[in-house]
């Protein structure tokens, strides 16, 4: 199985800073097809995952422009340029270029 | 708009089987590309996935949990259901099922439903 690793696994963050959150793979994540298969998802409280990143890069749907995936291979990066009171919560990354799907043990993001 | 949503017991008991539906609206699961998936969430813990079935009906288990667990779709009903037999208390959870795309576009869960919460105590 790929493992995911997730650093910090907390982080406390003033409104209007940066924060960064990285997710290092076991195994590589790019496929053959020049994908790489990295996502990442908000679980707010109380609440369902939802997505933010696919396949790296990608902001899903309606997700603001503040919200940024980078990296390549084994080791990537989310990194929120303002962070606002609406993204506390637990941010996890999974990968599915292997089955089993994987999923990072989450970085718990609150405000100070 | 794409929705999904969870049903099943909230209380099952050791050695039970448990057996949830997730009944979804804005897409087919007879869509090339198309899949539904269970992901489970124990209390203050990480995202674990379960299972997935395609619109080919190509199924896919967690290794570790295969013996338990049967995914089967209902394509004209728009559910897909998962069982998992012999439920003991570590598989307290909420069991959350979501769209799984894999096409020449993406590889990705991207809607989910609200989960359920499911208890497993005598």
């Known amino acids: 199985d790929i493992v995911l690793t997730q650093t910090p696994l907390s982080l406390s963050v003033t409104p209007g800073q940066p924060a960064s959150i990285s997710c290092k793979s076991s195994?590589?994540?790019?496929?053959?097809?020049?994908?790489?298969?990295l996502f990442w998802y908000l679980q707010k409280p109380g609440q369902s995952p939802q997505l933010l990143i696919y396949e790296l890069s990608n902001r899903f749907s309606g997700v603001p422009d503040r919200f940024s995936g980078s990296g390549s291979g084994t080791d990537f990066t989310l990194k929120i340029s303002r962070v606002e009171a609406e993204d506390v919560g637990v941010y996890y990354c999974m990968q599915s270029i292997q089955l089993p799907v994987t999923f990072g043990p989450g970085t718990k993001v609150d405000i100070k | 708009q794409i929705t999904l949503k969870e049903s099943g017991p909230t209380l099952v008991k050791p050695t039970q089987t448990l057996t949830l539906t997730c009944t979804f609206s804005g897409f087919s699961v007879s869509t090339s590309g198309v899949g539904v998936g269970w992901i489970r969430q124990p209390p203050g813990k990480a995202l674990e996935w379960l299972a997935l079935?395609?619109?080919?009906?190509?199924?896919y288990y967690s290794p570790s949990l295969r013996s338990r667990l049967t995914i089967t779709k209902d394509t004209s009903k728009n559910h897909v259901v998962l069982t998992m037999t012999n439920m003991d208390p570590v598989d307290t959870a909420t069991y959350y099922c979501?769209?799984?795309?894999?096409?020449?576009?993406?590889?990705?869960?991207?809607?989910w439903g609200q989960g359920t919460l499911v208890t497993v105590s005598s």
């Open positions: 079935i395609y619109w080919n009906d190509d199924k």
């Open positions: 979501a769209r799984k795309l894999y096409s020449t576009s993406s590889r990705r869960f991207d809607y």
């Open positions: 195994q590589s994540l790019l496929h053959s097809d020049g994908k790489t298969y």
